[in-house]
C-alpha cells in the first residue's frame, strides 16, 4: 500500500445546546451532529517525514506545521501503535477553513483513517474515535458521520435514526471565526445578560422529526445556543439568515460557531432555487447545496 485516499464529511449542529463552562475550558454539550454532503480529501502516501500540502479554498488560513490537525493525528496515530514510518498528507478542501462546519476535525478523522491503512495498524474504530477525541472534540463524529447526539464535550456519541435525507442549503462567509472565541463571547454575553445556565437536554421533537424524515417538523426546532454569539462577532449574519427565512427556508441557522450559515430546505428544486436566491442578494461568499445525513471518513 503506497497511497490512500480517505473522503469526509462536513458536519451541521442541528441542536447545539450549550452548558455550564467546566473546569477545563469545555462546556458540557448537547450537540446533535448531522453530517453533509460537503466532502474534504486526504490523500497518504508513504514517506520518511510528516508533512501537509493543501489545496483548494482559504487555504492559506490553514496551518502547515504542527497545529494542523490532521499532522497532529498522524503523530498521535504513529506514536500510540509505535510506527517511525512518516507520511505525506495532501488535503483537497471543499469544507470551508473555520467555518463552523468541522473542516480540521474532519481532516484529521480522515489523516487516522489513512494512516491507520497507509501503515497496516489496523485500529478498529472505536479506537480511531478515542484518539480523535484526544485531537478535537468534533473528531469522533467525522469518522462516525450519519447523525448522532454528542454529549460530554461533544466527543461522546449516540447514532440517531433518520427516516429520509435532508436538503441543506449553506451561505459561506469572507473569513472565518475562531471557536474558543465564540465558546468565549457565548459566555460573557450570558455573564452579561445573568441568564441561567441549565443543564442541556436533547429536544425529543427534533429527535422524532429526524425520526421520520420530515423536514417541516425539523425546520422549526433547529436550534444553536452558539447563534447569539456568532452574530455579536458577526452582525451582518443577520441578514443572511433572514434572507433565507423570506425565501421560505424552513429553518435558519448559524452552523455550530459559524460564520457559516445553514438553510433547510423542502426539495433538491429548492435548495436550488433558494442557493440562486442567496448568490444573487450578496448576502454570502458563496453558496452551496447539500443533502445530509452521509457516511463518515471512508478510504475511496
Ligand atoms: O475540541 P476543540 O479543540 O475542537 O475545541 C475548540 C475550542 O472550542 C476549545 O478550546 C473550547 O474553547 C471550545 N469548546 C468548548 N466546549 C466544547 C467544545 C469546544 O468550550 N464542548
Not at 436550534?223 to 447569539?228: C, G, I, R, S, T
Request: aromatic share 4%; proline share 5%.
Amino acid at each position: 500500500m503506497t497511497s490512500v485516499k480517505v473522503r469526509v464529511p462536513a458536519k451541521v449542529n442541528v441542536q447545539l445546546s450549550v452548558g455550564p463552562l467546566r473546569d477545563d475550558g469545555y462546556h458540557d454539550l448537547v450537540n446533535v451532529f448531522h453530517a453533509v454532503s460537503i466532502f474534504d480529501e486526504v490523500i497518504a502516501e508513504e514517506a520518511d517525514t510528516v508533512t501537509v500540502r493543501v489545496e483548494g479554498e482559504a487555504v492559506d488560513q490553514v496551518p502547515l506545521d504542527d497545529d494542523n490537525l490532521a499532522v497532529r493525528a498522524a503523530r498521535l496515530l504513529a506514536g500510540r501503535a509505535g510506527v517511525t514510518r512518516g507520511v505525506s498528507l495532501r488535503i483537497r478542501k471543499t469544507i470551508p477553513v473555520a467555518g463552523g462546519m468541522a473542516g480540521g476535525s474532519a481532516d484529521a478523522a480522515a489523516a487516522l483513517v489513512a494512516c491507520n491503512q497507509l501503515w497496516g495498524v489496523h485500529l478498529p474504530p472505536a479506537d480511531l474515535m478515542e484518539l480523535g477525541a484526544e485531537i478535537g472534540s468534533d473528531v469522533p463524529f467525522a469518522l462516525l458521520g450519519g447523525t448522532a447526539v454528542g454529549t460530554g464535550r461533544g466527543e461522546q456519541l449516540r447514532p440517531v435514526e433518520v427516516g429520509g435525507a435532508f436538503q441543506w442549503v449553506f451561505a459561506l462567509a469572507d473569513g472565518g471565526l475562531s471557536t474558543a472565541r465564540v465558546y468565549a463571547e457565548c459566555d460573557r454575553l450570558r455573564q452579561a445578560t445573568g441568564a441561567k445556565v441549565g443543564w442541556p437536554e436533547v429536544n425529543e421533537r427534533l429527535l422524532a422529526a429526524l425520526r421520520t424524515g420530515d423536514p417541516k417538523a425539523l425546520g422549526p426546532e433547529l436550534a444553536n445556543d452558539l447563534q447569539p454569539a456568532a452574530i455579536m462577532l458577526r452582525s451582518r449574519l443577520v441578514r443572511t439568515l433572514d434572507a433565507g427565512r423570506e425565501r421560505g427556508a424552513l429553518g435558519a441557522i448559524v452552523s455550530g460557531s459559524g460564520p457559516t450559515c445553514a438553510f433547510l430546505v423542502e426539495s433538491k428544486e429548492q435548495a436550488t432555487d433558494l442557493a440562486v436566491f442567496l448568490r444573487g442578494s450578496g448576502v454570502a461568499r458563496s453558496v452551496v447545496t447539500a443533502e445530509g445525513p452521509v457516511a463518515g471518513a471512508v478510504i475511496v
